[in-house]
Structure formats: structure tokens, C-alpha cells
């Protein structure tokens, strides 16, 4: 059993009731350093691209509504580096669907790099017209991350995003977990280059 075995009933009892939860240590400090390395090292090799925003076959390039580029993980060509994260974020499906059952039959994730003075606009993650996301994954990797370097992740508590927010930071090894349909959320600019592997916990399509 992993350190994570442990922890999972209280991270997912706190999902439960309230539909979010932030998770410190989700990876050791030397798993999150593999990982965002192996990060920049994809990006040196130029396999990011700009996200767009909606669906697959609608996708646009927004520059006022977000400023990432991303790189999917391959599940089946899983690099060393990426073991340690499957492995959890795994263990922490199985135990979802069996104590929530969230019918949670796969996981998509990417890396995502925010430059400098990059952002994401107040957004929801599950499509208008799809309801295959469930839950939103998001896992940092920036090291030493101070609260004056800025790009918090703003989530929103209330439905209609509007009064009340808690602002996190994308410390490493923080994941945060929230329900897709429920939680608008935004990123805020930051005065470094941000890092993380995001992704989304989901079921058949609807
Ligand atoms: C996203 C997103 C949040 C973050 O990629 O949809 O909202 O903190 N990311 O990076
Ligand atoms: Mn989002």
C-alpha cells in the first residue's frame, strides 16, 4: 500500500461533501521533479500546442480567454516519469467509483505550460453539450512557488460564480480535485512560468 492508500477515504469523503478538495503530497518531491522535467523536456522538443477552447471539431485559439499550451500524456506509451502519477491518480478512480460510484471509466491529462503574465478566463470544464467530464484533475509542479508569484487557481464555491472564491497556489505535489459541472474557476496571471499535468476524470458519453 502507497502513503496515498491511506489518505484516499478522507480525500474522497471531503469530495463528497463539498465537490472540491485541494490534496498536498499527491507525488514525492522527486516523482514531481521527474515529472515536470519530463514536461520540459517535451515542450523543448516542440511537442506543445496552443490549447484551444470547445470541442474537438470547434476549436479555437482564444489569446483573451487563455494562454496555454499543452501536451497529452500517451496512456499507452507511458513514460518512467509519468508512472508514479498514473498510479495514484488511478488508485484514486478505483476508489471513486467504489465508494461513489461515479462510473468513472477513463482519465485523459495533459501538461500544461502558462508563460509568464499567462491566464485562464472564468470557465467551467464540462461542454455545454457533453457530460463526459466528472471530475477536473489539476496537479502542480512548480517548485518553491511563493504566494507573490501569483497564478493562483481561482475556484469558485458558489453555483453561479459569482461572491465566493478560495484562491490556491500552484504549489508541487498540490492536486486539487472538483467537480466539472459545478465549479466555475479561472487562472491568474503569475510572474513565472506555470506548470502542471491536468486532466479529467470521466465517464461514457452521455
Ligand atoms: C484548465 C484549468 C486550472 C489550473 O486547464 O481547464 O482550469 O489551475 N486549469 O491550471
Ligand atoms: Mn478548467
Known amino acids: 500500500m502507497t502513503e496515498l492508500t491511506h489518505r484516499l477515504p478522507a480525500i474522497i469523503d471531503a469530495l463528497a461533501e463539498q465537490g472540491w478538495v485541494v490534496v498536498d503530497g499527491f507525488l514525492t518531491p522527486a516523482q514531481i521533479t521527474a515529472l515536470r522535467v519530463e514536461g520540459e523536456r517535451r515542450y523543448a522538443a516542440g511537442e506543445f500546442h496552443r490549447a484551444g477552447i470547445g470541442r474537438a471539431t470547434q476549436q479555437q485559439i482564444r489569446d483573451d480567454i487563455r494562454s496555454d499550451a499543452v501536451r497529452w500524456l500517451d496512456p499507452i506509451d507511458r513514460q518512467p516519469a509519468e508512472l508514479p502519477y498514473w498510479a495514484n491518480i488511478e488508485a484514486l478512480q478505483t476508489e471513486l ?69 478560495r484562491d490556491i497556489a500552484p504549489q508541487a505535489g498540490r492536486l486539487v480535485l472538483f467537480t466539472s459541472e459545478r465549479f466555475w474557476h479561472a487562472v491568474q496571471p503569475a510572474t513565472r512560468p506555470r506548470w502542471s499535468v491536468t486532466g479529467w476524470l470521466r465517464r461514457a458519453e452521455v
Do not use: K, M
Open 97 to 165: 467509483n467504489r465508494s461513489l460510484y461515479l462510473g468513472i471509466h477513463e482519465g485523459e491529462f495533459h501538461y500544461a505550460h502558462y508563460p509568464a503574465g499567462g491566464f485562464y478566463q472564468r470557465h467551467l470544464d464540462r461542454f455545454r453539450d457533453n457530460s463526459a467530464r466528472v471530475i477536473s484533475c489539476v496537479f502542480y509542479l512548480n517548485e518553491d512557488w511563493q504566494d507573490t508569484d501569483g497564478g493562483h487557481l481561482r475556484l469558485w464555491l458558489d453555483a453561479e460564480g459569482q461572491a465566493e472564491y
